[in-house]
DNA sequence: AGTTTTTAGTTGCAACTTAAAACCTATTAA
DNA sequence: TTAATAGGTTTTAAGTTGCAACTAAAAACT
């Protein structure tokens, strides 16, 4: 990656969203919870022996990730014992993240793909894998990275056209549900 | 998402690698660590005052990276009280998992973009946001997306025509560092 | 040379979190 | 009407975190 800035301290500040991420998604089971939820688990005791988890643990994190905004908990109609939590679009956003995350174990942890696999419903192939891409949907690898600050994002003196990038950035991270 | 599957029993048993990348990155602070490193971060101190970590807690996590290949630790030639941590490019290789969880963070959370904006240094224009991709490089959302199999994987009696895919995938999935 | 400072840790201890098992309460099924 | 199920809470032991103080080696200062 080229040298990315002399000058950390903006990152320690307030201005990544990595850290509020973490605090939310970041603990123990979240994600195993994520996944198994994905996979059309709903119920408390299914996550219970779904996911290898205590009872208490995944009480407390349930009551937290419906805090976070992350799932819904709502009482089933038919038989008012159970619960059926589902995934929030939020939640669902979570998708991206998780399949990099596993990704990344296929190729450095086990070395073979998961199975079953994670395909393209309308050929039924498999997706590709998870990278980062420039606007022109060009694969970036680290090296073609760097980190620009949002004033400097213009690259003449040119206002409008600034905001211009700005904007369109703030749809792009904004596009995922909407389509 | 489409009905994914009846069976989870396979979700849980050592098919899937997400527990694995978990068990290896998911502990507390690994990201924070990461993301340090990732912007060049190197030395021990460096990181005790770039993240808000306590000593014992870094040591033990710079320790584990090290021994699960994520970094590399090499006291310094100039310097022999110095010590030099570096990313692996296993290590380097979790850049699209981090992006992908900044992003949802920036959009679920903070609301705003996280401030540097990580860009294409050729045009320096913003990157995409970090989504799921067929095999045309169309985007999918998560109503896209179905579970195949791995033997389920030949759409005809085919078996070359099966193997070419999952020999396919497996070349996506190492394709991050080789570009 | 001797003292101080810097770097990268380790150790000890209190506070907090996790895990396993037992318990509880409201429904539903037999 | 008794038993079983679903979704929790409580209790207690074990493990983890975080802070502060300590150490050891190398470098810098006087």
Chains 1, 2 share one sequence.
Not at 20 to 29: A, D, F, H, N, Y
Not at 57 to 74: H, P, W
Not at 84 to 102: F, H, N, S, V
């Amino acid at each position: 990656m080229e040298k990315i800035r002399e000058d950390l301290s903006s990152l320690a500040g307030g201005e990544c969203s990595l850290p509020v991420s973490l605090e939310v998604i970041g603990e123990r089971w979240c994600f195993m919870i994520l996944r198994a939820a994905l996979n059309g688990v709903g119920h408390f005791e299914d996550f219970l022996s779904e996911i290898g988890i205590a009872r208490n643990i995944l009480a407390n994190r349930l009551t937290r990730m419906v805090e976070a905004g992350i799932m819904t908990r709502r009482p089933c109609d038919h038989d008012k014992r159970k619960v059926e939590y589902r995934l929030t679009d939020k939640g669902q956003d979570l998708l991206p993240t998780m399949i990099a995350l596993r990704q990344w174990g296929e190729r450095w942890e086990t070395g073979v793909p998961s199975n079953p696999i994670l395909c393209d419903s309308r050929d039924r192939k498999p997706i590709r894998k998870i990278s980062m891409r420039a606007h022109d949907d060009r694969v970036l690898e680290m090296d073609d990275l760097c980190w620009i600050d949002e004033a400097e994002l213009k690259p003449a003196s040119d206002g409008a056209n600034r905001d211009d990038m700005v904007v369109r950035h703030l749809r792009e991270i904004g596009e995922s549900t909407a389509a």
